[in-house]
């Protein structure tokens, strides 16, 4: 289980958590994801998967299990990671704190290329996910400020008629 804080808005960091499509901006080891059910994402919706494990690559289908929105969302996780992936978020003020549990049982090729890891290190690669989707939000939030604070209220021109014509 790792906990950690990620210092913006729940909305923010919630919505990187619950779309698969977005995983590759904070999470290094994620490849490729491709939705394969039709229509918006909903519990049940299934995404295609590749994940790099070192010079490894680990196919596999990720089933969304459950959604409340800005609050909890459940991944399930094919072999070879045989998973379960929860991460709850929590508001507290202008922070999110992220409670991610990770259960599951290696299998096949993954069994040897990660199983080997001790929890240590495996809770420290899992808690720089976090850390990456921080200076992800962080960056998008100071890019959104630059942008409001150059943004001039667009005032229209006056339209002039002269001989027929018209000058803006």
């Known amino acids: 289980m790792v906990h950690a804080t990620v210092g913006h808005p729940v909305e923010a960091v919630f ?17 490729f994801r491709r939705q394969i059910d039709p229509g918006p994402p909903r519990v049940g919706t299934r995404w295609m998967a590749t994940d790099r494990i070192g010079p490894f690559r680990a196919h596999f289908i990720d089933q969304l299990e459950h959604l409340d929105e800005n609050s909890r969302v459940v991944w399930l996780s094919s072999a070879p990671w045989n ?13 999110t704190l ?16 990660a199983g080997w890891l001790p929890g240590w290190a495996t809770h420290w690669i899992l808690a720089q996910d976090f850390r990456r989707l921080d200076r992800l939000l962080t960056i998008e939030a ?25 000058r803006l």
């Open 15 to 31: 919505r990187y958590l619950a779309d698969p499509m977005r995983w590759h901006s904070f999470a290094p080891a994620v490849a």
């Open 98 to 113: 992220v409670r991610a549990d990770y259960v599951g049982v290696l299998s096949g090729a993954l069994r040897w290329q």
């Open 83 to 95: 998973s379960r992936v929860e991460y709850a978020c929590e508001a507290s003020g202008d922070q």
């Open 142 to 166: 100071r890019a959104a400020e630059r942008w409001r604070r150059h943004e001039t209220p667009a005032t229209p021109a006056p339209v002039v008629r002269r001989a027929g014509l018209f």
